[in-house]
């Protein structure tokens, strides 16, 4: 079959001897907090260990390398409505691949999304069937990576949706389109789902996030004001307290001051390094160490990714942006995500009381399920937040299954 080209003309990715240079000095004059008695993380992450990962990133760690990588991918900016956006784009292998695009949350960056990428663009290659090749881009959200600077105040991801939709359809010329997300760009995608249901084949999430998670008066509360029932047998009750630390902390800071702390974040790389170090290790299913998921190598790239961007606040205020300017439903429609949608669910991320078993059972059950045109929930005994990177294996299989038989 025959493709149009892309519309768009390829940008490779390159920092700049003088930022590298800049990061180095700043590394090398790191003033340490003094951190007594933290060996255990009980106060977040311990000096000792971001020391060793800061001399590593100040001595050894080579961007150069990083940027390679990323330049093997076609890399792409473009404006929509005024608005800067990168787009990594692989093309799709198979016979007939259908677009679709990809959005990763926060603290993520392009990164975390390359094995679903490339899986799900060249399926043969992983043992898959070619017919179900997709063309993926990655859109990064605004204020984020390389999708900087960002040019908009207001920006969330009910607004991020519509520059999405109009970069698809109008600015790449798709009639109809795919769409996939997880942590924040779950939202981004479900709100493309919400208001764009005729013009997607289907999405398929990696968190199912319902869309008014930011209304109300305490938005930085997960849970609602609600406390723990009297009573709650031991072992429930630290799941519960476990799970609440675990996402408490880095909602309420960004959705009431992710300035503050962004104006401290942007000024210290060591700093900016702890902030985003302690979710990718609490967030993740890495048995102890997050080096069981990414190398030091691989925690420094995505780290990189946003010093050398200068994009940790911007990204931040996605947050507060989402609870200062809520969402509104467009129609009254039950569900209100009308388009099919696939979940795909991690062992890391079950909640208190529920086993990868009942994951399912318990989430088509629960309150969320009502939100969505449920087509294929899946539930994997492991896997954290980042599912797109810790079992893209299962990912991918997922979401060709969620749109098997809808790319017509």
Same mark, same amino acid.
């Given at each position: 079959?025959?493709?149009?080209?892309?519309?768009?003309?390829?940008?490779?990715?390159?920092?700049?001897?003088?930022?590298?240079?800049?990061?180095?000095?700043?590394?090398?004059?790191?003033?340490?907090? &003094? &951190?007594?008695?933290?060996?255990?993380? =009980?106060?977040?992450?311990?000096?000792?260990?971001?020391?060793? /990962?800061?001399?590593?990133?100040?001595?050894?760690?080579?961007?150069? !390398?990083?940027?390679?990588?990323?330049?093997?991918?076609?890399?792409? =900016?473009?404006?929509?409505?005024?608005?800067?956006?990168?787009?990594?784009?692989?093309?799709?292998?198979?016979?007939?691949?259908?677009?679709?695009?990809?959005?990763?949350?926060?603290?993520?960056?392009?990164?975390?999304?390359?094995?679903?990428?490339?899986?799900?663009?060249?399926?043969? +290659?992983?043992?898959?069937?070619?017919?179900?090749?997709?063309?993926?881009?990655? +859109?990064?959200?605004?204020?984020?990576?390389?999708?900087?600077?960002?040019?908009?105040?207001?920006?969330?991801?009910?607004?991020?949706?519509?520059?999405?939709?109009?970069?698809?359809?109008?600015?790449?010329?798709?009639?109809?389109?795919?769409?996939?997300?997880?942590?924040?760009?779950? /939202?981004?995608?479900?709100?493309?789902?919400?208001?764009?249901?005729?013009?997607?084949? !289907?999405?398929?999430?990696?968190?199912?996030?319902?869309?008014?998670?930011?209304? $109300?008066?305490?938005?930085?509360?997960?849970? $609602?004001?609600? *406390?723990? *029932?009297?009573?709650?047998?031991?072992?429930?009750?630290?799941?519960?307290?476990?799970?609440?630390?675990?996402?408490? +902390?880095?909602?309420?800071?960004?959705?009431? &001051?992710?300035?503050?702390? $962004?104006?401290?974040?942007?000024?210290?790389?060591?700093?900016?390094? !702890?902030?985003? /170090?302690?979710?990718?290790?609490?967030?993740?299913?890495?048995?102890?160490?997050?080096?069981?998921?990414?190398?030091?190598?691989?925690?420094?790239?995505? +780290?990189?990714?946003?010093?050398?961007?200068?994009?940790?606040?911007?990204?931040?205020?996605?947050?507060?942006?989402?609870?200062?300017?809520?969402?509104?439903?467009?129609?009254?429609? @039950?569900? @209100?995500?009308?388009? *099919?949608?696939?979940?795909?669910?991690?062992? =890391?991320?079950? #909640?208190?009381?529920?086993?990868?078993?009942?994951?399912?059972?318990?989430?088509?059950?629960?309150?969320?399920?009502?939100?969505?045109?449920?087509?294929?929930?899946?539930?994997? #005994?492991?896997?954290?937040?980042?599912?797109?990177?810790?079992?893209?294996?299962?990912?991918? &299989?997922?979401?060709?299954?969620?749109?098997?038989?809808?790319?017509?």
């Amino acid at each position: 079959m025959t493709t149009k080209p892309f519309p768009l003309t390829p940008t490779e990715i390159h920092i700049s001897d003088e930022v590298l240079a800049d990061l180095r000095a700043r590394l090398a004059n790191t003033r340490w907090a &003094d &951190d007594l008695g933290n060996e255990d993380w =009980f106060y977040g992450v311990p000096r000792t260990y971001l020391q060793e /990962l800061v001399d590593y990133w100040r001595d050894e760690y080579d961007w150069r !390398a990083a940027e390679k990588r990323l330049n093997e991918y076609e890399n792409y =900016f473009a404006e929509v409505d005024g608005v800067k956006i990168h787009l990594l784009r692989k093309p799709g292998t198979g016979p007939d691949p259908k677009p679709l695009i990809l959005t990763g949350g926060w603290p993520w960056v392009v990164t975390h999304l390359l094995p679903v990428v490339d899986r799900l663009a060249d399926p043969a +290659a992983f043992g898959a069937d070619p017919a179900e090749s997709f063309d993926v881009i990655v +859109a990064t959200m605004p204020g984020s990576g390389f999708s900087t600077p960002v040019s908009r105040p207001d920006l969330n991801v009910w607004k991020i949706a519509d520059l999405w939709h109009k970069l698809m359809t109008e600015t790449l010329g798709y009639e109809k389109y795919a769409a996939a997300g997880s942590d924040m760009g779950a /939202l981004v995608t479900e709100q493309l789902g919400h208001k764009y249901p005729d013009e997607l084949y !289907a999405i398929h999430l990696g968190s199912s996030i319902p869309l008014t998670m930011f209304n $109300g008066d305490r938005p930085w509360d997960l849970t $609602g004001g609600a *406390p723990i *029932p009297e009573g709650t047998p031991g072992e429930l009750r630290e799941q519960i307290l476990t799970w609440q630390k675990r996402f408490v +902390a880095h909602v309420a800071v960004h959705v009431l &001051d992710s300035s503050t702390i $962004g104006h401290g974040l942007t000024d210290s790389p060591a700093g900016m390094l !702890a902030w985003v /170090l302690e979710r990718w290790t609490n967030w993740s299913d890495n048995d102890g160490s997050v080096e069981n998921v990414w190398t030091k190598d691989e925690i420094l790239t995505n +780290a990189t990714i946003f010093w050398v961007t200068n994009s940790i606040s911007t990204s931040m205020r996605l947050y507060a942006n989402a609870a200062r300017y809520p969402w509104q439903p467009l129609h009254d429609l @039950a569900p @209100a995500v009308q388009a *099919p949608t696939g979940i795909t669910f991690v062992g =890391f991320e079950n #909640p208190p009381g529920v086993t990868t078993k009942n994951r399912v059972k318990d989430f088509l059950h629960g309150p969320k399920a009502k939100w969505f045109n449920h087509v294929n929930p899946q539930a994997h #005994p492991r896997g954290g937040h980042f599912g797109t990177w810790e079992v893209p294996d299962e990912w991918a &299989d997922d979401a060709r299954r969620t749109f098997r038989g809808r790319t017509k």
